[in-house]
């Protein structure tokens, strides 16, 4: 689950407005500011508001005077919307959250034309001004999550940049969305491959991953734990400490979209957002709140980081992943892009993926194909991506053998049970896999497997996963 953080509170004059923005902010603590004295504001606030947030969450009070502000000092980050039709009560009250909340950012909503009141940042970058008639040309939650994203990167730089050397960690098997990743927040902190290197327990072996090394000229280094003691920080970037098999050293940043799994409570920095498709959109926001130029290197590596764990924006997006998306995909290298995304197969493997189509198991909706031992294990996903276009089919699963390990690949047509829910059943604690709804990965030491299941004869294969399948999905 998400964690609160920070902040939000609302003064305005508007009930309309503070009932929008109560529906909106979701991650940070909301407080709507309501007149001391009763009166029709105070009822019309209350009465727009009491129905989606605590009562605690109206605070009635004085906002002339500067106790009202002193009161949330001990909140970070704060985000203060102000929209108020008086204009000299908003210039005071302006000055007060100057004043009294020197690190908050304010939001500010004012009436009129975009060419009366253009959009400008102002006091270095802590105020947005902008009219409400550029506000309703694109959803508030927007804006908010830019207010957001200006503190963020101020909060992550603060704890980073005073590090001479920063380890930017991957998986093991680092994915495109970690890739680009850690190629956004390098370029978020200023620094170079030098000082800043991505680094990882494992080793890339996708041949699509591999690709994107080569094509974006990126450099991965394959580190021991221990070795994250040379560095000064190390960020964690689409991934958490609790995802690894041993325990980290040190741990000063985490920036991740996969569900929480621990308490990170002693961490400095930490942006868990389980909602949205990709830790490379949650960068992308970064670098827009923080002005960072997006070249054609690094927009296409974010781009492709968003297509690769949303599949082409197919599974578990949000307005985020497609705002980010939409702002990227015009300075990409859509040939570089295609290049990565579209690996070349060896030719030898073609009598065996038309061996493994000829010859799968089938029952109801569930297809089961075995391709024997392979040389990379990107071929596996790669057939069960195939097998799911055949007519009728809800579940494709491919298995295959690679280092020593019975791997399977799961995908379904995402309105049938969630993949890697029915993945971790199967497993049930003995190997390792999991997923999201619809394509999951399961990772079966061989031993292990003929102790359950028998000998690995294709057709012993076949049945024992059709059975599972047909126990645990339909």
Known sequence: MDSKRGLFLVICDDPELASTLVHIQKNMDIKVWVPSKCGQLQTSLIDACEDSIHKEALVKGDVTKAS???QWKEYKPICVVLSLKDIEKYSNIRELILTELPDARILSLQI???EEVPRKLIDNDRELVLSWTELLSRPISAELRHIESSHRVKEVRDILDSGDKIALLLQPDPDPDGLASALALRALLGRNKVSTPIVTFGKVTRPENLAMLRLLDLEVITIKPEDLNNFDKVALLDTQPTHFTVT????????DH???????SDIPYCDIRSKYGATSTILTEYLRAAAVN?????ATALLYGIKADTLHLNREVIDADLYAFISLYPDINYNLLRRM?????????APVLAHALTSMAVKESILVSYIGEVEREDLIPQVADFMLQFEGSEWAICAGIYENNLVMSVRN????????DVVKRIINGWASGGGHRTMAKAIFPVEGWKERYGNLNSENIKATVLNLFIKEAL
């Open 413 to 420: 047509v995402g309105y049938v049970k969630n993949a890697g």
């Open 112 to 114: 009129g034309h975009p």
């Open 294 to 298: 997006i070249g054609q290197r690094l």
């Open 68 to 70: 009202f502000f002193s």
């Open 258 to 264: 996969h569900p929480m799994t621990g308490n990170y």
């Open 248 to 255: 980290l050293p040190k741990v000063d940043a985490i920036i």
């Open 341 to 349: 995304e579209k690996p070349e197969l060896p030719m030898r493997f």
